[in-house]
Every structure is written in C-alpha cells, then in structure tokens.
C-alpha cells in the first residue's frame, strides 16, 4: 500500500510518499524563515495550511502517481506546537475523507527513530535525537521505546538558536555557530549541566550571551559552546548505551548534521565497540517521508483512526506508543 505523510509540527512544513516496503517514492519540504524573533505557532500554522497543498502535488509528481493511488495518510499528531499541528491534521483529515483513505496520526520523536532506521539499516540503536524543540535519548525497551534522558529546559537547537539570534548572527543559529567555531580553539569556561541522566541547555545559554556582553569574540564563545553541550548530549549517550548494552548508536535531528557532533557521537561509539549510524542529511531533520513510513508501521500494527481520535496531541511522549514492530523485527 502507498502512504502519504504530512509533517507539520513546527517551522517545517514536508510531505513524502512511502510504499510499505519501505520505498521512499518522494520526500518534499519547505521550512518557514522566521523573519525576525523567534517562531511563532500562528505564523507557522500559516505556513502550513499555504504549503501542504502545494508541496501534496510536488510529491505526489516526484512520485509519478495520482491520488487515487494512495492507500493512507498520515500526519504529525505531536508533539509539537498547537496551532501548527491542527493545521496539519486538518488537512491530513481533509484527504482522507475525499479520498476515502485511512487515516492515522503518529509520533514526530518515532518518526525520527523510525526514518533512520529505515534508511541507514540500524536495527536497535541508542538514538540521539537533537533538533530545534527535541533533544532526547531514546531506546527500545520492553515494547516501547523509552527516554533514557532528555533536556529539562530547552532543546540544544534552541539553545544555538536564540545565542545566533541574540547575537545579532539570524537564524537558524546551529550552522553559523559551527561555521564560526571551526575558526577557534579557545575554550571559554561555561556552565555543564548534567542531572542524572538528563540535561540543562538554558544556563549554558545565559552563561555564553553573559559572556559575549563582557567582550568574548563569537568564534571562542561558539566553540565553547559546542564543545560544552555536545561534551554533555556525548555523557549522557554512552550511559545510555552501557546501560542498555545495545551495540549501535544513532544521530539524528537537524542538529546530527554538525560535524562535530558527529566525530565526538562516533567516537564515543568506537569506544565501546558500537556500530554508528547517521541518516542522510535529508533525513536527519523534519520530514514528511518519516511520517509516511511511521503511518505505514502503525497501520499495519492497528489500522486506520476513527476521527474522533485524531486530535492533536501537543504533549505527546516518546514512551507513550507501543512499537511492536520492533519486537517482531527481532526474532
Ligand atoms: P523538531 O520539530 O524535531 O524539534 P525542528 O523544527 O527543530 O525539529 P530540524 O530540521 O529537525 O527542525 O532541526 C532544526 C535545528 O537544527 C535548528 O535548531 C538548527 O539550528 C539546527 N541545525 C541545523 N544545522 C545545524 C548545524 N550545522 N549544527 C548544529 N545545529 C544545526
Ligand atoms: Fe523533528
């Protein structure tokens, strides 16, 4: 069967097509720029409700196939901001009651997990999954996957974010932070915050804009930066992974595609004999080919959703679905 998935959780608005064999027939997106300030939920539900009907007929091109050859869609059901999930939801409604389809709404985090272990042959990673509203370390255990850590306050893309932003560099931030970071190998002190298992962005941030008003250049203050929550996101994985004892390791998010990021992730997972995977940049960050596939492993688990039961879930939790696919994949 041919799946339709819609991604609309926060700035980014993306549509792919997957068959069920896993067949990414197309994968099409466009990111809302924020013109100044941060992302506002309406701007960005705005975005969506112009892009999705356009981006439906770019993908469904890409794909050489009509709509009455989809068989499901799928959509972003959380977690994410309200506004922007409606508007996606809405729409993923509005197919399937036209075309008579069924329709299931799925997890943005296992969308994550799920892309990547479909496109990089991963079986059962410790995943890192950094982006601009997410940074969790996720595992399967005991039919779900579980959150081994995650950030207390904000997100690491947020936290590279709003320094960009407050520091007169735009947006997005993580790619200028790391552009500038490659020009310095200064390390300014800043506050490391590991608790338990789980992690602290905001003080960091404080800290280095703190630091920036007293006169330290960008380039130390971005290497600082990156060296400290990276060095924290790196503690917190192979904890993860000594504790669970899997044996690969996975990077994704929009942030997985800084290389940094990656030597320290990949690194770490030579030292305990770990295999490590990274989707294709495509991939790492949000969407709609992950919410395709995503649709395609829950329909064949559940079925399709009654309506009443698509309801956008703003608060919608990693360990909150069971994924027996995952048990199935590993007898
Ligand atoms: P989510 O809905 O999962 O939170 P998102 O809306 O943040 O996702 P993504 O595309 O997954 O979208 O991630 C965007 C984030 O990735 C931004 O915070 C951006 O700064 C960060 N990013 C992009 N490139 C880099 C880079 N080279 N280094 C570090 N961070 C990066
Ligand atoms: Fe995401």
Redesign the pocket.
């Known amino acids: 069967i041919i799946s339709l998935g819609i991604e609309g959780?926060?700035?980014?608005t993306g549509v792919g097509i997957v068959d069920s064999q896993g067949n990414i027939l197309s994968s099409v997106g466009k990111q809302l720029i924020p013109p100044a300030g941060g992302i506002h939920p309406r701007e960005a539900s705005e975005h969506h409700a112009y892009w999705i009907p356009v981006l439906v007929k770019e993908a469904l091109e890409k794909a050489k196939i009509g709509l009455k050859d989809l068989d499901l869609v799928a959509f972003s059901q959380g977690p994410?901001l309200g506004p922007a999930l409606r508007t996606t939801a809405t729409a993923a409604r509005a197919l399937s009651l036209s075309l008579e389809i069924p329709i299931v709404g799925v997890n943005?985090c296992l969308g994550?997990v799920e892309i990547g272990r479909l496109t990089t042959g991963a079986e059962d990673p410790v995943s890192l999954y950094v982006?601009?509203?997410?940074t969790q370390v996720i595992a399967f255990a005991e039919g779900r996957y579980r959150v081994f850590g995650e950030t207390l306050d904000i997100?690491l893309?947020?936290c590279?974010?709003q320094f960009s932003r407050e520091v007169g560099l735009g947006h997005?931030?993580?790619?200028k932070?790391?552009k500038l970071s490659r020009e310095s190998s200064n390390y300014i002190q800043l506050p490391y915050t590991v608790k338990g298992m789980d992690l602290s962005f905001s003080g960091l941030l404080t800290a280095a804009l703190r630091k920036r008003e007293k006169g330290a250049s960008l380039e130390d203050l971005s290497y600082s930066l990156q060296e400290t929550a990276f060095g924290m996101l790196v503690e917190v994985t192979e904890r993860a992974l000594a504790h669970t004892q899997k044996k690969e390791v996975m990077l994704c998010?929009?942030?997985a595609?800084?290389e940094r990021?990656r030597d320290m992730v990949s690194q770490m997972s030579k030292e305990h004999y770990a295999d490590f995977f990274i989707p294709p940049g495509e991939y790492?960050?949000?969407n709609g080919a992950m919410i395709a596939w995503m649709g395609q492993l829950v329909y064949e688990d559940r079925g399709g959703q009654k309506l009443k039961d698509t309801k956008v879930i703003q608060r919608y939790r990693t360990d909150q679905v069971d994924v027996p696919w995952m048990e199935s994949s590993k007898k």
């Open positions: 959780t926060a700035e980014k994410g943005h994550h982006s601009g509203g997410n997100a893309g947020n590279l974010d997005p931030g993580g790619p932070v790391e998010g929009g942030v595609v800084n990021l790492c960050g949000d």
